[in-house]
C-alpha cells in the first residue's frame, strides 16, 4: 500500500472513530449551542441536563442507564482494537495498563486538583456573566443503585474522552505526521466543543483542559519507562465527574445555588 493510500485510510478511520463517538457529540453540541443563541431566551436561564433518568419505573431505567454505559463504551473498544493491529503490547503503548497503579493514581489525583478547582471557579463565574447554562449534573431519581450508576457513567466518560481524544487521536495523527502542537490543538478544540451544548464557558474551560491534558500524555518529561501514560487522565477524569456527578446528589440545593448551579 502507498504512503497517499495509507494516510487516506488513516484518515477515514479516524472520522469513522469519531462519527461513532465524540465527533458525533461535537456536532450536536454545535447544533444545541445555536438553537440555544437563536432561542431568544439568555443561556444563563437555560439548562442543560446530565444523566437523566430514563423511565419512571426504577428497573427499566436501571436497564436503560446500564444499556447506554455498555453501547457508549464499544467506541473505545474499536478505536484499542484498531490500535491492536500495531502488534502486542499496543495497549502497554498508550500507558492503559496496570504497570505503575500508585504513580498513576497520584498523577490523576494531582490532575484533578489542577483542573477542578479552577473549573469550578470558571463554572461560576460563566454563570454570572451569562455564557453558561445552569448544568444539572444529576436528575436520577433516588434509588439504591443511583450513586453506583453514577460512579460508573463517571468511569465511562473518562474512558471515552481519554482514550478518543488523546490517546488514540495522537496515534493516529502521529502517522499521518502531525506535530505534537497541532495535535494538542485539535484535541483540545475537540474537547471543547462537544462541551459546547453547556455554553460558551465550558467550551473555553475544556478547551483548557485538552490542553493541559494532552500536554502532559505528549511530554517526555511525564512518561514511565519511555511510554506515555493514558491512565493518569481517566483517573483524573473520573475523579472529576465523580465529584460533579455524586456532589451534585448529596450536596444541600442551598450549596449549589450558591454556586450558581441550582
Partial sequence: MSTVESRRRIGAEIWIV?????????????????ARLTDG???????????????ERPWLDLTYQLLGIGFGLV????????????????????????????????????LAALIGIPGLAFYSLGRMLGIT???QASALNDH?????????????????????AV?????RTRDLGWGRVRFVVA???????????????PFLGNVVMGIVFSWFYTSPRFREGGRRRIVPLIVAHTLLDVVAFVGYALVPPEWLAALGAA
Fill in 144 to 164: 439504591w443503585w443511583t450513586v453506583p450508576v453514577l460512579l460508573l457513567s463517571a468511569l465511562y466518560n473518562g474512558l471515552l474522552e481519554e482514550v478518543i
Fill in 75 to 110: 467506541p473505545v473498544a474499536l478505536a484499542l482494537y484498531l490500535l491492536s493491529a500495531r502488534g502486542r503490547g499496543s495497549l502497554a503503548r498508550i500507558g492503559l495498563d496496570r504497570a505503575r497503579p500508585g504513580r498513576d493514581l497520584a498523577w490523576g489525583v494531582g
Fill in 133 to 135: 447554562v445552569q448544568v
Fill in 18 to 34: 469519531l462519527g461513532l463517538s465524540l465527533g458525533k457529540a461535537a456536532l450536536y453540541s454545535v447544533v444545541s449551542i445555536t
Fill in 167 to 171: 490517546a488514540y487521536l495522537y496515534e
Fill in 187 to 201: 484535541s483540545s478544540l475537540l474537547r471543547g466543543s462537544y462541551h459546547l451544548y453547556q455554553g460558551i464557558g
Fill in 41 to 55: 431566551t439568555p443561556l444563563a436561564e437555560q439548562t442543560a441536563t446530565l444523566n437523566a433518568s430514563q423511565s
